[in-house]
């Protein structure tokens, strides 16, 4: 059985910085690549940042220079660092690992406000 749990999330204050974090276990979780996603109510979810099984890394534009997407294969578990946050970061931010599949996390809410 397949999981994907993020944790992480919270309030933070524009221009502060959060870390999220997410364990994938009941997969073999170097040979996935691994995501994060992102949705606001009423609007699609879209593409955060990326990162392959090789290390190769890919981000949104909104987020580049912001964001780092990195892994420790050894702990099963994929980061997101989020510096210098807007409130237009707001958002349930889920975690998916996927190879011929892709799993999905239950999300976590992160919320930039002052």
């Known amino acids: 059985q397949v999981q994907v749990v993020e944790s992480g999330g919270g309030l933070v204050q524009p221009g502060g910085s959060l870390r999220l974090s997410c364990t994938a276990s009941?997969?073999?979780?170097?040979?996935?690549?691994m995501g994060w996603s992102r949705q606001v109510p009423g609007k699609q979810r879209e593409l955060v940042a990326s990162?392959?099984?090789?290390?190769?890394?890919n981000y949104a534009d909104s987020v580049k220079g912001r964001f780092a997407v990195s892994r420790d294969n050894a702990k099963n578990t994929v980061y997101l660092q989020m510096n210098s946050l807007k409130p237009e970061d707001t958002a349930v931010y889920y975690c998916?690992?996927?190879?011929?599949?892709?799993?999905w996390g239950q999300g976590t809410q992160v919320t930039v406000s002052s």
């Open positions: 998916y690992a996927y190879a011929r599949s892709k799993y």
């Open positions: 009941g997969i073999i979780f170097s040979t996935y690549g």
């Open positions: 990162i392959t099984s090789g290390g190769l890394t």
